[in-house]
């Protein structure tokens, strides 16, 4: 099972990043770039917890070393609700789109919460909503990797 899990991880990180690197390659830019470092560090990662998960103590125990990746792994979601914050300074505020172009589906969750925000204090009520939820949701990782055990 060991072998299959490293194979299935080798095939799906050597296809994804020939993909990436490929792409860049045709058509340099930072965002390519960006999405390319985060390849590189999605692997790593999961590298990682395939290697602690197999270990006796990996998943449960005192020496409970797969939620530290797990933590690390979940970690560059925090940036999800900022981008969506930026988008929202960018365009001057929130707007509701009936056609729904311009409009992400993750926001379409919070669309009355972000209107009435916006309603009641202006266009940086919903901006600041998010940041805080990025920002929390980053501590709140970084403060349980802390408590995970890594050697």
Do not use: H
Request: hydrophobic share 60%; with cysteine.
């Amino acid at each position: 099972m060991k072998t299959f899990i490293y194979l299935l991880w080798g095939l799906l990180s050597v296809s994804l990043a020939a993909a990436a690197l490929g792409l860049f390659v045709l058509e340099p830019s930072l965002v390519r770039g960006f999405v390319l470092l985060l390849l590189a560090y999605y692997v790593f990662c999961f590298f990682q917890l395939i290697r602690t998960a197999f270990l006796p103590w990996g998943l449960l125990g005192p020496r409970r070393r797969c939620g530290y990746w797990i933590c690390l792994l979940l970690l560059p979601l925090a940036l999800w609700p900022m981008t969506l914050a930026y988008d929202i300074w960018k365009a001057g505020g929130y707007r509701v789109d009936t056609n729904g172009e311009g409009v992400r589906t993750s926001v379409l969750m919070f669309r009355q919460v972000l209107v009435w925000l916006q309603e009641l204090v202006g266009y940086v009520g919903p901006m600041l909503v998010l940041v805080a939820m990025g920002l929390g949701m980053a501590l709140l990782l970084l403060r349980l990797s802390r408590s995970q055990v890594v050697r």
